[in-house]
């Protein structure tokens, strides 16, 4: 399969690309990993008659952890996270996600943002991005915005990004101390999307729950921030009633379709099962175990 | 409609240079452009991994890759895995330990392997299937393709130690 013909531009500098991206406007398209993109354009999904290169621009595969913030570049790769020694330890969320994303070869390319930017309801990304309270730092030609996770998704495969924009920045707020995490993800097989996965992002305070961050993939038209959910844990005692009236709640936050991968009463049960599970292994990883 | 961009790819240690369309394929370079057919395509939507080939030294799916992205870089198919004849110890081991029943995967599974080996040269059986795991056997003949990266694991270890033995033996 032959995508449809495009322009290819490699720049070498943020600002080139962004010139680049507010000349073609709708017809251009950002390529960072590629491994959602390239089949897409194969496909003809998609057909931008431009595609703008960020892989030649310097310095944009980073993680750094500076001014209580944990700051991502948007060419920092699945495989970088799933061998990042800081995510393992306080980013449990994200340090379990990464090795679960597509297969180890495609893990060698895709992005982080890439895959955010690409808002597939199936992603794995934007739920923990959700979970975490991330903000997404928007950059075009005209200057920079910010954009909260749960702000930017609009439904499938859309998003807030201009196409004039690129995905510059991923911001998480710096883990504190007793905070734990956990990405649970039922696939059928290595490589395949998700039937369902939960992300759970959970900070305890003097044995209460100081706040928790819910996600959800692949059981709706985008992936889902379980906001009553999460509300329900704050500031409450991390109990066997807790956990159960919350996993109750995400799973009535999910909206799934029945396909070939379950039904949609299995799908919620499966988030039930998931979130009860990830809290408690969030918590026990709070506390400094597993 | 796109011109031809020119590229230069190093491929197999050897300077390579083409005037590509952009939408070309990495694949379609490799097997079309420059005859080096031992690159299969096997499924063309990224899963398979049948076309799997080093860039830069690291696994990637080359029917994911445009051929202009590769512009610069150092792309290594199955044909660059013998030296001076000799097939690489991956090759032997695939063969010893029949590594291989139809043979299409056989490319992509010896360049993930590669790579695996170069990182981590001990790996156990879990760390080959963990690696192996964007490599598809349609044959599901996984049980000697995990048997055939040991042993060519021991292999290079052993070829490794034998210049530093004789190295300390002489000291």
Redesign the interface.
Known sequence: ????????H?PRTVDEALDLLDQFGDDGKVLAG??SL??L???RFASPGH?V?I?KIKDLDFIEERDGTLRIGPLFRHKSAERSALLASRYHVMADAAPMI?????R??GTIAGSVAHADPSGDWGTVLLAIDADLVLRSKKGSRTVKARDFFNGPFSTSLEPTEILTEIRIPAAKAMTGGSYLKLERK??DFATVAVAIHLRMDDGKVGSAGIGLTAVGPQNIKAEKAEASLKGVRLDDAAIKQAAALAAEAADPKADHRGSVEYKRNVVRVFTERGLKRASERARGGG | MSVGQPITVSVNGEQRSAEVEPRLLLVHFLREKLRLTGTHIGCDTTHCGACTVLVDGTPVKSCTMLAVQADGQQVTTVEGLMTAGALHPIQAAFKEEHGLQCGFCTPGMMLTSVALLKDNPDPSEDDIRWAISGNICRCTGYMNIVKAVRSAAVQMKAAAEVPAATAAARS
């Open positions: 399969m032959l995508p449809a013909p495009f322009e290819y490699a590629g491994q390239i089949p354009l194969k496909l595609l290169d892989n597509a297969d180890p070869i495609i060698n390319r290595v490589g």
